[in-house]
């Protein structure tokens, strides 16, 4: 879709256009569920969907290609579950796998930094209830320029009333004792196993994120690696490497 639309004067512009943004909006009711959550289970490609999205948004939008219509729920939702994501220091827990890549580095922000997106979303959604959580970045005056970054600046940003939410469909649940810096916040993993195969999923059932009074204690390790050999890959999505139980030595897959 970016490359059809930014350069018409390629002679199949207009079939990756019509087709990038027809995978785009055909898929996004089945990579996203009703309650935000990411079908594969994975916090890391989470905000990549988000991404995705957003960006699609946002160029569709210069473009004269209407898409909001179809785009305003899913991109809605998978932001507002991005925010109850983030820990009260921006970044998310890390459920499922993570490769370390983001759809396009315009700052020095890692990939579990929750808060750019959620600015970029609350400008382009007209969102006041995503900027609470959300910061305003070098992302957003890429994508959105000056008068994004004055937009954001002019939302009357608030946060949820609510202190805790489930996602029953994705399984996760959140706990917090506030939205500020030096809040508390559990977030616990009873979700499905996975996509499909079980794709971008660890087998970490009941596992839990615990950040006390701001600073992260009990984390996930993330992923390690996806090629350097089999042994890593497995060892860092087996249960015992998370904080959830295991049974006689057996973990939840």
């Not at 490359?3 to 009711?29: E, H, Y």
């Not at 994120?209 to 497995?234: E, H, I, K």
Request: proline fraction near 6%.
């Amino acid at each position: 879709f970016i490359l059809g639309t930014a350069l018409p004067q390629l002679k199949d512009a207009a079939r990756w256009r019509n087709l990038g943004a027809r995978i785009l909006l055909d898929m996004a009711p089945v990579h996203v569920r009703a309650d935000g959550s990411y079908v594969e289970q994975s916090t890391w490609y989470h905000p990549y969907t988000t991404d995705f999205y957003l960006h699609f948004l946002v160029l569709a939008g210069r473009s004269s290609m209407d898409v909001r219509g179809r785009i305003e729920k899913p991109l809605g939702v998978l932001l507002e579950h991005l925010a109850w994501l983030s820990r009260p220091d921006g970044s998310m827990p890390l459920i499922g796998d993570d490769d370390g890549g983001r759809l396009l580095f315009l700052d020095e922000r890692t990939g579990h930094d929750a808060r750019s997106p959620l600015a970029v979303g609350a400008v382009v959604l007209n969102r006041p209830d995503l900027a609470g959580p959300a910061l305003a970045s070098a992302e957003l005056v890429w994508l959105l320029g000056a008068p994004g970054l004055s937009a954001f600046n002019a939302l009357e940003a608030r946060v949820p009333p609510q202190l805790s939410r489930a996602f029953r469909d994705g399984g996760i649940h959140v706990m917090r004792t506030g939205w500020d810096a030096n809040a508390s916040m559990m977030t616990v993993d009873a979700g499905p196993h996975g996509f499909m195969n079980g794709g971008h999923a660890h087998a970490d059932a009941l596992s839990i994120d615990l950040s006390v009074q701001g600073r992260p204690v009990l984390v996930d390790p993330g992923t390690f690696t996806y090629t350097v050999g089999a042994a890593w890959r497995d060892r860092f999505r087996e249960t015992s490497s998370h904080n959830a139980a295991t049974v006689d030595g057996c973990g939840s897959a």
